[in-house]
């Protein structure tokens, strides 16, 4: 039941260590590869938004009318949204960047939010949430959650 999940975040996490590449690229004073990292924004910005956030929304959904840590849960969806917020940011900082408006210095620790923010989410509900998922949701609902949200194309 978990695989998709699960899937979804290897490709994300995948991801996210190739910009971690390009971000100590940028600590240790090099050029990173900027048309890389734009790619990479873009499909953590794309991919989330457009197929794990809605999936993982209808199961959390489902979740916080059974479980008993609502609050963690909740916690999580309003993460998504926030997420994507700090995805834009990023994004509007690395062209900033690119373009010599602001210096490496001043979007470093941005970056590391960004990257530290983006695992842990994950790791949270690898921990806490999956766990749930699988006592929680039959496996006719998550067919149905699943076949709501389709799989990534481009
Ligand atoms: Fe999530
Ligand atoms: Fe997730």
Redesign the pocket.
């Known amino acids: 039941m978990l695989t998709r999940l699960l899937v979804e975040h290897d490709h994300i996490l995948k991801t996210l260590n190739l910009l971690e590449m390009q971000f100590l690229d940028l600590c240790r004073g090099g050029t990173p590869d900027f048309s890389l990292m734009r790619s990479i924004l873009e499909y953590i910005q794309e991919y989330?938004e457009q197929i794990?956030?809605p999936l993982?929304d209808r199961i959390y959904s489902i979740l916080l009318e059974r479980v008993d840590d609502v609050e963690l849960i909740q916690e999580?969806i309003a993460?998504?949204t926030e997420?994507e917020t700090e995805t834009r940011k990023i994004r509007e900082s690395l062209k900033l960047l690119e373009s010599g408006v602001v210096s490496p210095e001043d979007i470093m620790k941005q970056l590391s939010e960004f990257l530290i923010r983006q695992r842990q989410?994950?790791y949270i509900?690898e921990e806490k949430v999956h766990p749930l998922i699988e006592s929680v949701l039959t496996k006719e609902e998550w067919e149905h959650v699943q076949l709501a949200v389709p799989l990534y194309k481009r």
């Open positions: 989330p794990h956030h993982e999580l993460e998504h997420l989410h994950m509900e």
